[in-house]
T-cell receptor
């Protein structure tokens, strides 16, 4: 069974800290997605990647295909980054469905 | 563009009632899907569609029906609601076909309670 595991489940940080959220997955994915779920419930896509690294503002996503592992980093964290971060793996090619991790709840304290 | 819209935002049903959750997108996306989100679990795929007239089951399809008569709309029907269907439901859409990396666009969600 294809699975996606995230760690940690919960994370509390002080404003300004560097944050890392980890995601591991089974073999054979075509893409790895990182999503953000706001406290109000809305979900937005942050990154899609199948190799290497992507950066958007203070967010960086990396993926290591050999180790079947991806990380989401947040530099200079801010209270507005508080959200649930979700990793999802696309199996079965570009038309495959997504398998979601359970999410990492991040709380950034001022 | 309105993106992905869902109605209603909140709904309370009694066991055995039926209802339809509406989902629409105005981005001409071929791929649409329905997920449910339960506490302590990741989003789980209920049904999906790769184009008008084509639907298929996801991980947890029991108790739900879908149809896709147009590209824009993908309603989810609960035939006889059960308390186990209490959840938050998200509709999502994306391009498909030759686009390799398909960003998912999510609706705002419908919070359903079945008593």
């Amino acid at each position: 069974k294809n699975e996606v595991e995230q760690s940690p489940q919960n994370l509390t940080a002080q404003e300004g800290e560097f944050i890392t959220i980890n995601c591991s997955y089974s073999v054979g994915i075509s893409a790895l997605h990182w999503l953000q779920q706001h406290p109000g419930g809305g979900i937005v896509s942050l990154f899609m990647l199948s190799s290497g690294k992507k950066k958007h503002g203070r967010l960086i996503a990396t993926i290591n295909i050999q180790e079947k592992h991806s990380s989401l980093h947040i530099t200079a964290s801010h209270p507005r980054d508080s959200a649930v971060y979700i990793c999802a793996a696309r199996y079965g090619g570009s038309q495959g469905n997504l398998i979601f991790g359970k999410g990492t709840k991040l709380s950034v304290k001022p | 563009n309105a993106g992905v819209t869902q109605t209603p935002k909140f709904q309370v049903l009694k066991t055995g009632q039926s209802m339809t959750l509406q989902c629409a997108q105005d981005m001409n996306h071929e791929y649409m899907s329905w997920y449910r989100q339960d506490p302590g679990m990741g989003l789980r795929l209920i049904h999906y569609s790769v184009g008008a007239g084509i639907t298929d089951q996801g991980e947890v399809p029991n108790g739900y029906n879908v149809s896709r008569s147009t590209t824009e709309d993908f309603p989810l029907r609960l035939l006889s609601a059960a308390p186990s269907q209490t959840s938050v439901y998200f509709c999502a859409s994306s391009y498909s076909g030759l686009v390799t990396y398909n960003e998912q666009f999510f609706g705002p969600g419908t919070r359903l309670t079945v008593l």
